[in-house]
């Protein structure tokens, strides 16, 4: 004896029609909630002011945000090149006596040198290696700008760095050349 269960179609249609709805009604509960929760992320960083990871773009923003105290610019022809300055006595005496001009000498194809007008505090030690683009001071009056990187057994005073050398070398070429360093 085979028992057969007669079901409608309208019912059939009904009872799928509910079960869709329901499923369809579960997943916009569950979409809500994901969209409430990031909306809450967002804005738990936004009073925070920081994010718990911050993107590539506002690290690069951070490193590059400099005091202006910091800052200083060197000018060799048409060419800017801005400088971070060292959190050293000698830089403050340095930056100081801004705005200044001077004509600098070439020496041994990497480096360009000119006496300053007056002497600046000195903390000299021995790098090591000297990279291109530091700016630092020999002795208490000799303005130094290297444009190659080498090793050195010299004591120098940092005064600073290009920010970008990379077209430093090119600028200041093999002969003397004039340099303007200013505050702006």
């Not at 830089?91 to 006496?115: G, V, W």
């Not at 001071?137 to 130094?144: A, E, M, N, R």
């Not at 090119?170 to 303007?180: C, K, M, P, T």
């Amino acid at each position: 004896m085979t028992m057969r269960l007669s079901i409608s179609r309208s019912s059939h249609r009904q009872w799928a029609f509910e079960h869709r709805s329901a499923r369809g009604l579960a997943a916009m509960q569950a979409l809500g909630l994901l969209c409430g929760l990031f909306a809450l992320g967002g804005c738990d960083a936004a009073q925070s002011g920081v994010s718990a990871r911050p993107t590539i773009s506002t690290a690069a923003a951070a490193a590059t945000v400099q005091p202006e105290e910091s800052r200083m610019w060197m000018t060799v022809g048409e060419r800017r090149f801005a400088i971070t300055l060292a959190t050293t006595e000698a830089a403050q005496a340095f930056a100081a006596m801004m705005p200044l001009t001077i004509d600098m000498a070439d020496l041994n194809s990497n480096e360009k040198h000119a006496e300053l007008p007056r002497a600046l505090p000195t903390n000299a030690s021995r790098p090591g290696t000297v990279r291109n683009g530091d700016l630092m001071l020999y002795g208490s009056k000799t303005l130094v700008v290297f444009y190659l990187t080498f090793d050195s057994s010299y004591s120098y005073t940092r005064l600073g760095r290009v920010d970008d050398p990379s077209s430093l070398a090119q600028a200041l070429g093999r002969r003397d050349v004039r340099v303007a360093f200013s505050k702006y």
